[in-house]
């Protein structure tokens, strides 16, 4: 971290981002890119010229986190309105303070001009990531009320003239995680979920190159948003080509009364540079996800068996014993039960919100099951959705208020159910009641945390402040809820779920370990999934079920091979399983207990991608370098078909290696530059261990 008079210095291990007071007292951007070896190689924070009546110093200025206010007519930070209707922000810098750590940075403290409203910006560096963390705190220092119309995270400036490309991440239910790349044109891209989750839509994510950046190389400049309900992001192209991309919560229908005294804190946005391409820009966020953000980041999950797709809503002890005995004897470590286990639930149109056992189907509780799950030496897992409730449920009879909902309209349902107002604290303490309850009760290792609509009728009847803070309250209340369940039972692995992929980000997962990235099993549709996933996540938190799912035509093996490239879980109807593919499922399940380490927690490298090719491949490294593994799909291609080297990549140059399946030695010089080739049919895959010698 430096300080000197040109203002402030964030360095990383090979980054730096650079900002300061220019001459008029504005607080602006100074640099972003890889760092120098001088403090004095940093711009001076200048002032920015006028160009003509139209576009003022102030529309030129670059500021950290612009407001609106006066002639500026870029995307703004923050929007807010005063108690006598003032609607515009001039922020004034008042302070700094500079904090040593582990994790240094900078609070800048800036005051409005004449109204009692304080904005502090924080900057963090991690250093051992190269990664820039940003949020903002409003606090109201006086009293009268202040409307929040906008309040963004942090505005990220890419260096002044460049043409740059955008790289997101957009989908939907079933069809997530695909990859787009486009040129930022002058004007506004915008990406955002109105959803109040995260959503399958788009990801808070973003990836800002040059147009000529590969996953080895190439600069990128690449960000996140910490969020779990709306969110926006901005990408603008100034009509002076000055490049920034905006992140934080979502201003559409948002407001927020900061009342006297109180303080409204955004979400973090983290954001990185590299000149290694994407590949790199990934491995950062992995590096910080599994380090820094998970609860159980470098615990290895356990290969987990679902019932969903085999017993759907018709779960009892003898239907899942017979399962769990089934993939105990495959090697199955964590038997989860899905939907169906509780009050009502037979179909999906009843019992949501009424989060105890099904009296019918286990009179004697969960229990006998838990215990026969035991018995065969697994752990076990439970499903719930705990927003949710089915107007057919005790939960909704007993409290129809607690539905979102407009009291003049028809509340639609979507599923047959409902969102509980998540924002309540008498909602919130519902639900951590009655899911401590479950969990004190019951032996339960693992917990799945579902999702399955979207909002509508967003009303909030008798809210104390402004009905549109439900957005963010929401939000706020599910962390409440689930954070408290969390410390009461640390030992619990969590998933979040969202009918698939729909609510992944790095607020969710400092909640969960894992996530469930699709409901899309197919195992070739799968391999684009996972390959976008990567882009943001690490392969720990990637859950991949085997299931039925797959065209006949797809072999157990490459459907194995598949999820094997993540968190290995089996989800298929097991009894309807030959003898033989239970055993080929064991022999491919021991192989993956052997490898699994090296991929959740190794470095992983997209070497040729799915969503591009029908040859595909994608392989990790361990830390230290010792030892890898490959995985290589190939799709269809009609024949001829000559496949193309596959090059490693992470290896040691200097260090000797074998490739299974290959009687040479060679550096890893040789398997990086030379490559490999690999001989695969049409939908056959092969997994290959990488050791080094000596
Ligand atoms: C949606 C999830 O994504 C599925 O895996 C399953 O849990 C169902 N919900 C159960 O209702």
């Given at each position: 971290m430096?300080?000197?008079?040109?203002?402030?210095?964030?360095?990383?291990?090979?980054?730096?981002?650079?900002?300061?007071?220019?001459?008029s007292?504005?607080?602006?951007?100074r640099?972003?890119g890889?760092?120098?070896?001088?403090?004095?190689?940093?711009p001076?924070?200048?002032?920015?010229?006028?160009?003509?009546s139209?576009?003022?110093?102030?529309?030129?200025?670059?500021?950290?986190?612009?407001?609106?206010?006066g002639?500026?007519?870029?995307?703004?930070?923050?929007?807010?309105?005063?108690?006598?209707?003032?609607?515009?922000?001039?922020?004034?810098?008042?302070?700094?303070?500079?904090?040593?750590g582990?994790?240094?940075?900078?609070?800048?403290?800036?005051?409005?001009?004449?109204?009692p409203?304080?904005?502090?910006l924080h900057y963090?560096?991690?250093?051992?990531?190269?990664?820039?963390?940003?949020?903002?705190?409003?606090?109201n220092?006086?009293d009268q009320p202040?409307?929040?119309?906008?309040?963004?995270?942090?505005?990220?400036?890419?260096p002044?003239?460049?043409?740059?490309?955008l790289?997101?991440?957009?989908g939907?239910?079933?069809?997530?995680?695909h990859?787009?790349?486009?040129?930022?044109?002058p004007?506004?891209?915008?990406?955002?979920s109105?959803?109040?989750?995260t959503?399958?839509h788009?990801n808070?994510w973003f990836?800002?190159?040059?147009?000529?950046?590969?996953?080895?190389?190439?600069?990128?400049?690449?960000g996140?948003l910490?969020?779990?309900?709306?969110?926006?992001?901005?990408?603008?192209v100034?009509?002076?080509?000055?490049?920034?991309?905006?992140?934080?919560?979502?201003?559409?229908?948002?407001?927020?009364?900061?009342?006297?005294g109180?303080?409204?804190?955004?979400?973090?946005?983290?954001?990185?540079?590299?000149?290694?391409?994407f590949?790199a820009?990934?491995?950062?966020?992995h590096?910080f996800?599994?380090?820094?953000v998970?609860?159980?980041?470098?615990?290895?999950?356990?290969?987990?068996?679902?019932?969903?797709?085999?017993?759907?809503?018709?779960?009892?002890?003898?239907s899942?014993?017979?399962?769990?005995?089934?993939?105990?004897?495959?090697?199955?470590?964590?038997?989860?039960v899905?939907d169906?286990?509780?009050?009502?639930?037979n179909?999906?149109?009843a019992g949501?919100?009424?989060?105890?056992?099904?009296?019918?189907?286990?009179p004697?509780?969960?229990?006998?099951?838990?215990n026969?799950?035991?018995?065969?030496g697994?752990?076990?897992?439970?499903?719930?959705?705990?927003?949710?409730v089915?107007?057919?449920?005790?939960?909704?009879?007993a409290?129809?208020?607690?539905?979102?909902?407009?009291?003049?309209?028809?509340r639609?349902?979507?599923?047959?159910?409902?969102?509980?107002?998540?924002?309540?604290?008498?909602?919130?303490d519902?639900?951590?009641?009655?899911?401590?309850?479950?969990?004190?009760?019951?032996?339960?290792?693992?917990?799945?945390?579902d999702m399955?609509?979207?909002?509508?009728?967003?009303?909030?009847?008798?809210a104390?402040?402004?009905?549109?803070?439900?957005?963010?309250?929401f939000?706020?209340?599910?962390?409440?809820?689930?954070?408290?369940?969390?410390?009461?039972?640390?030992?619990?692995?969590?998933?979040?779920?969202s009918?698939?992929?729909?609510?992944v980000?790095?607020?969710?997962?400092?909640?969960?370990?894992?996530?469930?990235v699709s409901?899309?099993?197919?195992?070739?549709?799968?391999?684009g999934?996972?390959?976008?996933?990567?882009q943001?996540f690490?392969?720990?938190?990637?859950?991949?079920?085997?299931?039925?799912?797959?065209?006949?035509?797809?072999?157990?093996?490459?459907?194995?091979?598949?999820?094997?490239?993540g968190?290995?879980?089996?989800?298929?109807?097991?009894?309807?399983w030959s003898e033989?593919?239970?055993a080929?499922?064991?022999r491919?399940?021991?192989?993956?207990?052997?490898?699994?380490s090296?991929?959740?927690?190794?470095?992983?490298?997209?070497?040729?991608?799915?969503?591009?090719e029908?040859?595909?491949a994608?392989?990790?490294?361990?830390?230290?370098?010792?030892e890898?593994?490959?995985f290589?799909?190939?799709?269809?291609?009609?024949?001829?078909?000559?496949?193309?080297?596959?090059?490693?990549?992470?290896?040691?140059p200097?260090?000797?290696?074998?490739v299974?399946g290959?009687?040479d030695?060679?550096?890893?010089?040789?398997?990086m530059?030379?490559?490999?080739t690999?001989?695969l049919?049409?939908?056959?895959?092969t997994?290959?261990?990488?050791?080094?010698?000596?």
């Amino acid at each position: 971290m430096i300080t000197n008079s040109h203002g402030w210095v964030l360095e990383t291990r090979s980054t730096a981002y650079a900002f300061g007071l220019n001459p008029s007292g504005r607080l602006v951007h100074r640099y972003w890119g890889a760092r120098m070896p001088l403090a004095d190689d940093y711009p001076a924070p200048l002032d920015s010229p006028g160009w003509a009546s139209f576009n003022g110093p102030a529309h030129l200025t670059p500021e950290e986190y612009p407001a609106y206010a006066g002639p500026s007519y870029i995307d703004p930070c923050l929007k807010v309105t005063f108690s006598d209707g003032v609607r515009d922000a001039v922020l004034i810098f008042k302070s700094a303070d500079v904090l040593p750590g582990p994790n240094p940075g900078v609070d800048i403290h800036l005051e409005d001009a004449v109204y009692p409203f304080a904005v502090t910006l924080h900057y963090r560096a991690h250093e051992e990531y190269d990664l820039i963390e940003r949020w903002a705190s409003l606090s109201n220092h006086g009293d009268q009320p202040i409307t929040l119309e906008r309040a963004w995270s942090a505005q990220w400036h890419l260096p002044l003239g460049g043409s740059y490309r955008l790289s997101h991440l957009a989908g939907r239910w079933l069809d997530e995680w695909h990859i787009h790349r486009e040129v930022l044109a002058p004007g506004l891209k915008v990406l955002e979920s109105r959803r109040i989750t995260t959503s399958h839509h788009h990801n808070p994510w973003f990836a800002v190159d040059r147009g000529n950046a590969d996953e080895d190389q190439g600069e990128i400049w690449f960000g996140v948003l910490g969020w779990s309900g709306n969110w926006k992001l901005t990408a603008e192209v100034t009509d002076f080509a000055s490049t920034r991309v905006n992140l934080g919560i979502n201003d559409w229908d948002f407001a927020w009364r900061l009342q006297p005294g109180e303080t409204f804190a955004t979400p973090a946005s983290l954001a990185g540079y590299t000149q290694s391409g994407f590949g790199a820009a990934s491995r950062c966020l992995h590096d910080f996800t599994r380090d820094t953000v998970l609860p159980h980041g470098h615990i290895l999950h356990k290969v987990l068996y679902n019932s969903w797709e085999a017993t759907t809503f018709n779960v009892d002890v003898p239907s899942q014993s017979r399962l769990a005995e089934l993939a105990a004897a495959m090697g199955i470590e964590l038997f989860v039960v899905d939907d169906g286990w509780f009050e009502g639930r037979n179909l999906d149109d009843a019992g949501l919100g009424d989060w105890w056992p099904d009296r019918a189907k286990f009179p004697d509780g969960l229990g006998p099951l838990i215990n026969r799950v035991n018995q065969l030496g697994m752990e076990f897992g439970l499903w719930i959705e705990p927003e949710m409730v089915n107007p057919d449920s005790d939960l909704y009879r007993a409290h129809p208020d607690w539905a979102i909902h407009f009291p003049t309209r028809q509340r639609t349902e979507m599923r047959n159910q409902l969102i509980l107002n998540l924002g309540r604290s008498d909602v919130q303490d519902y639900l951590i009641d009655i899911l401590d309850k479950l969990l004190s009760e019951n032996a339960i290792d693992f917990i799945k945390w579902d999702m399955n609509r979207n909002v509508s009728e967003p009303g909030w009847e008798g809210a104390e402040g402004d009905p549109r803070e439900l957005w963010v309250r929401f939000v706020q209340g599910l962390y409440r809820v689930w954070g408290t369940l969390r410390a009461r039972h640390p030992h619990v692995i969590w998933q979040s779920c969202s009918g698939g992929g729909g609510r992944v980000d790095l607020g969710i997962l400092r909640l969960a370990d894992q996530a469930w990235v699709s409901d899309n099993t197919e195992a070739t549709a799968r391999l684009g999934i996972q390959d976008g996933f990567s882009q943001v996540f690490p392969a720990n938190v990637m859950e991949a079920w085997v299931t039925d799912s797959s065209a006949p035509h797809i072999p157990l093996e490459f459907r194995f091979h598949v999820s094997m490239a993540g968190s290995l879980g089996v989800g298929g109807h097991l009894l309807h399983w030959s003898e033989a593919d239970r055993a080929d499922a064991a022999r491919l399940i021991a192989l993956y207990k052997q490898i699994r380490s090296v991929v959740q927690f190794g470095d992983q490298y997209r070497l040729r991608s799915a969503q591009h090719e029908p040859f595909s491949a994608v392989s990790y490294v361990s830390k230290d370098r010792r030892e890898g593994v490959l995985f290589a799909f190939r799709t269809h291609i009609p024949d001829p078909a000559i496949l193309p080297p596959l090059y490693l990549r992470g290896l040691d140059p200097q260090a000797l290696y074998t490739v299974e399946g290959f009687d040479d030695t060679r550096s890893g010089a040789s398997w990086m530059n030379a490559g490999l080739t690999v001989q695969l049919r049409d939908f056959q895959s092969t997994v290959r261990k990488i050791k080094r010698v000596g």
